[in-house]
Nanobody
Framework: QVQLVESGGGLVQPGGSLRLSCAAS????????MGWYRQAPGKERELVAT???????NFADSVKGRFTISRDNAKKMVYLQMNSLKSEDTAVYYC????????????????WGQGTQVTVSS
């Protein structure tokens, strides 16, 4: 059983910073891309940032220059450093990972965490 568990969300004032963490656990053979998505009330889930197994990154235009994504392959973790937060960053943040659970799996499967709330408000 594979689990992704996010942590680090909370309430922060505009201009502040938060660091989200996501830990993957369970029967994991190999992790490929990992990423962060978010969903604000009444809106669809949207991509925030992704990082490949060789640490190539991709960011939504709305967070470029403010957010960074990183990963620790040995610990099976992915991080999202969020700086200069704005009220429009308020959302539930989800991590995901494309991974295989054994050598014989043909294609990676995408797993999702349960989400962590980030609220940016004064």
């Amino acid at each position: 059983q594979v689990q992704l568990v996010e942590s680090g969300g909370g309430l922060v004032q505009p201009g502040g910073s938060l660091r989200l963490s996501c830990a993957a656990s369970g029967s994991i053979f190999s992790i490929y891309a990992m990423g962060w998505y978010r969903q604000a009330p009444g809106k669809e889930r949207e991509l925030v940032a992704t990082i490949t197994s060789d640490s190539s990154t991709n960011f939504a235009d709305s967070v470029k220059g403010r957010f960074t994504i990183s990963r620790d392959n040995a610990k099976k973790m992915v991080y999202l450093q969020m700086n200069s937060l704005k009220s429009e960053d308020t959302a539930v943040y989800y991590c995901n990972a494309d991974l295989k659970v054994n050598l014989y799996q043909h294609r990676p499967h995408t797993y999702w965490g349960q989400g962590t709330q980030v609220t940016v408000s004064s």
